[in-house]
């Protein structure tokens, strides 16, 4: 085998390509690390820095705190120019929660948008990651979102709770 020059290393030509391979291996290692760290937000299954504290959780399973029938209400408080979230767990096969009636009030809150928490392993079908539901206090104010929690494969008698997210602003 005949020597290559390459810079300042003198290498054999079969050492060449094992370097060549060696760094195109940690090249794409390197993007493919990078890639996954946008994915999740910085990584890992806890909110990324900038979206605020999380004001509200809405578990799978989840157990309703009110009277059968009536309405869950979770009372979230903020300041202006907070930015907070609610957490939304993600769907269980069985299980699921929907956001329903109005949004709120673009006057009292800004919606900056929808965050997964976390990322599912590779090849893994069927998983299922909560989302950060990520809003910054506009002014003072009232405003409430409404999700509902559906549980139950059956079409003509699932169960449904109702749960309003009262969010005032101060």
């Known amino acids: 085998m005949g020597a290559v020059q390459m810079g300042h290393v003198r290498m054999l030509a079969g ?20 890639c996954a760290l946008l994915v999740t937000g910085a990584g890992g299954t806890h909110p990324a820095p900038g979206h605020g504290a999380v004001v509200a959780e ?39 929660w929907r956001e329903v009636g109005t949004t709120p009030s673009p006057r009292v809150v800004r919606a ?14 069927g998983c299922a990651i909560p989302y950060l539901y990520t809003f910054v206090a506009s002014s003072r104010g009232t405003t409430t979102m409404t999700w509902q929690y559906r549980q139950g494969y059956s079409r003509s008698r699932p169960s449904a709770t109702l749960v309003a997210v009262d969010i005032t602003v101060r």
């Open 15 to 34: 050492q060449r390509r094992t370097v060549q391979r060696g760094v195109i291996t940690a090249g794409v290692a390197a993007l493919a690390a990078g």
């Open 58 to 96: 809405l578990a799978i399973p989840f157990r309703a705190t009110g009277t059968a029938g009536k309405t869950d209400v979770i009372l979230v408080r903020v300041g202006v120019g907070q930015r907070f979230s609610i957490w939304v767990d993600a769907v269980d096969y069985y299980a699921y």
């Open 112 to 125: 900056v948008g929808e965050f997964p928490d976390g990322a599912c392993p590779a090849q893994v079908a």
